[in-house]
Nanobody
Framework: VQLQASGGGLVQAGGSLRLSCTAS????????MGWFRQGPGKEREWVTT????????YYEDSVKGRFTISRDTSKNRVDLQMNNLRPEDTGTYYC??????WGQGTQVTVSS
């Protein structure tokens, strides 16, 4: 299993970023996928999940209405569109194939 994440960067508060995670080594279409993040001095926390099949989505409360997770099974890719970013969104974002597989992390920094 490999998960390759990309798309992080530095953005001002209120800005947007789009993260992507390309998966290989398993039947991507059959499994839920998620994103987690770890802020400075904090534990890793769950952000969002998208199920297999019809793609039901779930979000942590602080990102509801601002973040959107989506998946493209033809490309084995899961994306995270992040809008109206806040400084507290700063952290390393990890793609997750539950429960135990993680991407390498991509850094998101939101300046105030």
């Amino acid at each position: 299993v490999q998960l390759q994440a990309s798309g992080g960067g530095l953005v001002q508060a209120g800005g947007s970023l789009r993260l992507s995670c390309t998966a290989s080594g398993f039947v991507f279409s059959m499994y839920a996928m998620g994103w987690f993040r770890q802020g400075p001095g904090k534990e890793r926390e769950w952000v969002t999940t998208i199920t297999s099949g019809v793609g039901i989505t779930y979000y942590e409360d602080s990102v509801k209405g601002r973040f959107t997770i989506s998946r493209d099974t033809s490309k084995n890719r899961v994306d995270l569109q992040m809008n109206n970013l806040r400084p507290e969104d700063t952290g390393t974002y990890y793609c997750n194939y539950p429960p135990d597989y993680w991407g390498q992390g991509t850094q998101v920094t939101v300046s105030s």
